[in-house]
């Protein structure tokens, strides 16, 4: 069994497989065109479920909705193994790498969005299990039809290896954050002021129990602070708390950018295949942001928990509006991440013109 589960870089790609390869899709098993599924508001489907073991290699998804928004409240989930709490709970939009229920062409290691416009979404975290996966999508746009095409690719085994941690996602928000009002401070004293000295104030992007591997997140940031003096967002110090370790961490970080491996305040838009600004705002970093770190080689290992934190604004004190999707594997059964919050709860704001 040790050729089932072959990785996937170039060197590796000659090497004997034992897996079937197999896929789901939503192809029009008529033999006509309508390679689609139609779903009403309110609907929920299985639009997969494999029994046996197996690992998902590959999903291809794209999507149509004349609802505003709707990236946000369509929500794709995952069940490993017969499990009734899911393992992936996300808005549709944002579990392939970018919020705001927005699209936008980029590129990295584990997501894309490619053109037309980002409208495809791609997805290459692998998801193995022992005795059967399903899938379901639901419509929770309030008025109209979600038009949905997928590819869900996957190899079958006779068994699957022991040793396979299996994969979790989970979608945040704190809209807006709690930050320190700036009436009666000086611009560097709100920006870089005062000492956090326990990161019990820390925006969390993810907090789970068990034993495996933190593997990465997209951050989405909303500007709320409009304001013709130095506005930038960040000066967040990343603090990642293991196995219940108190302050300071093990792993303690320099800044917002810093931790998404960029410099200096930026805000030109880059993609690299672990980390990257998929929008870096408009003037004086105003309006919306989204970046990705993806900890593909170097995955952040735990043993009974991991709580993975980040100063919205140093020492805590912005208040934007801030959300996230954490990537992670683990051993089952997972601790609970829901109940995703109501779709009022997870529409982004609207732009605000910049004056």
């Given at each position: 069994m040790?050729?089932?589960?072959v990785g996937s870089s170039?060197r590796?790609?000659?090497?004997?497989r034992?897996?079937v390869?197999?896929?789901?899709?939503?192809?029009d098993?008529?033999g006509?065109n309508d390679?689609?599924v139609y779903?009403?508001?309110g609907?929920?489907?299985?639009?997969?479920?494999m029994?046996?073991a197996?690992?998902?290699?590959?999903?291809?998804?794209?999507?149509?909705c004349?609802?505003?928004?709707?990236?946000?409240k369509?929500?794709?989930?995952?069940?490993w193994d017969?499990e009734d709490?899911?393992?992936?709970?996300?808005?549709?939009?944002?579990?392939?790498?970018m919020?705001h229920?927005?699209t936008k062409n980029?590129s990295?290691?584990?997501?894309?969005?490619?053109p037309?416009?980002g409208?495809?979404?791609n997805?290459w975290?692998p998801?193995?299990y022992?005795t059967g996966a399903?899938f379901e999508?639901?419509?929770?746009c309030?008025?109209h039809?979600?038009i949905?095409?997928?590819?869900?690719?996957?190899e079958a085994?006779?068994?699957?290896?022991d040793d396979q941690?299996?994969?979790?996602?989970?979608w945040r928000?704190?809209?807006?954050?709690e930050g320190?009002?700036?009436?009666?401070?000086k611009n560097?004293e709100?920006?870089f002021?005062?000492r956090?000295t326990?990161?019990s104030?820390?925006?969390?992007?993810?907090?789970?129990e068990?034993?495996?591997h933190y593997?990465g997140?997209?951050?989405?940031?909303h500007?709320?602070r409009?304001?013709?003096?130095?506005?930038?967002?960040?000066?967040?110090?990343?603090?990642i708390?293991?196995d219940?370790?108190?302050?300071p961490?093990?792993?303690?970080?320099t800044?917002?950018?810093?931790?998404f491996?960029t410099a200096?305040c930026?805000?030109?838009e880059f993609?690299a295949p672990?980390?990257g600004?998929i929008?870096g705002?408009?003037?004086n970093?105003?309006?919306?942001?989204?970046?990705?770190?993806?900890?593909?080689?170097d995955p952040?290992?735990?043993n009974r928990s991991?709580?993975v934190?980040?100063?919205?604004?140093?020492?805590n004190h912005?208040?934007?509006?801030?959300s996230?999707?954490?990537?992670?594997?683990?051993?089952?059964?997972?601790?609970p991440?829901?109940p995703?919050?109501?779709?009022?709860?997870?529409?982004p704001?609207?732009d605000k013109?910049?004056e």
């Amino acid at each position: 069994m040790s050729k089932v589960l072959v990785g996937s870089s170039i060197r590796e790609i000659a090497t004997l497989r034992t897996a079937v390869r197999k896929r789901i899709s939503s192809y029009d098993g008529t033999g006509g065109n309508d390679d689609r599924v139609y779903m009403q508001p309110g609907e929920t489907r299985v639009i997969a479920e494999m029994s046996g073991a197996g690992c998902v290699t590959h999903i291809w998804m794209t999507m149509a909705c004349e609802e505003k928004d709707f990236l946000r409240k369509v929500v794709l989930r995952m069940y490993w193994d017969g499990e009734d709490d899911p393992s992936v709970e996300v808005p549709i939009g944002d579990f392939f790498g970018m919020g705001h229920a927005m699209t936008k062409n980029f590129s990295s290691a584990p997501f894309s969005m490619s053109p037309e416009d980002g409208k495809g979404f791609n997805c290459w975290f692998p998801m193995p299990y022992a005795t059967g996966a399903r899938f379901e999508v639901e419509n929770q746009c309030s008025d109209h039809e979600l038009i949905l095409y997928y590819y869900i690719d996957y190899e079958a085994y006779d068994k699957l290896p022991d040793d396979q941690l299996r994969f979790h996602a989970v979608w945040r928000r704190e809209n807006p954050c709690e930050g320190l009002s700036d009436e009666g401070l000086k611009n560097t004293e709100y920006s870089f002021g005062g000492r956090n000295t326990d990161g019990s104030g820390n925006y969390v992007i993810l907090d789970a129990e068990g034993r495996g591997h933190y593997v990465g997140c997209h951050l989405n940031i909303h500007n709320l602070r409009y304001t013709p003096k130095w506005n930038w967002y960040g000066e967040g110090d990343d603090m990642i708390f293991i196995d219940g370790e108190p302050f300071p961490p093990s792993l303690h970080g320099t800044g917002t950018e810093d931790y998404f491996n960029t410099a200096w305040c930026p805000q030109q838009e880059f993609c690299a295949p672990y980390h990257g600004i998929i929008l870096g705002g408009g003037p004086n970093w105003s309006g919306k942001i989204t970046m990705y770190r993806y900890h593909i080689v170097d995955p952040i290992m735990f043993n009974r928990s991991i709580r993975v934190t980040i100063e919205h604004g140093h020492n805590n004190h912005r208040s934007d509006d801030w959300s996230s999707t954490a990537y992670w594997y683990q051993t089952e059964p997972h601790k609970p991440q829901g109940p995703l919050p109501p779709v009022e709860q997870r529409l982004p704001r609207p732009d605000k013109e910049w004056e």
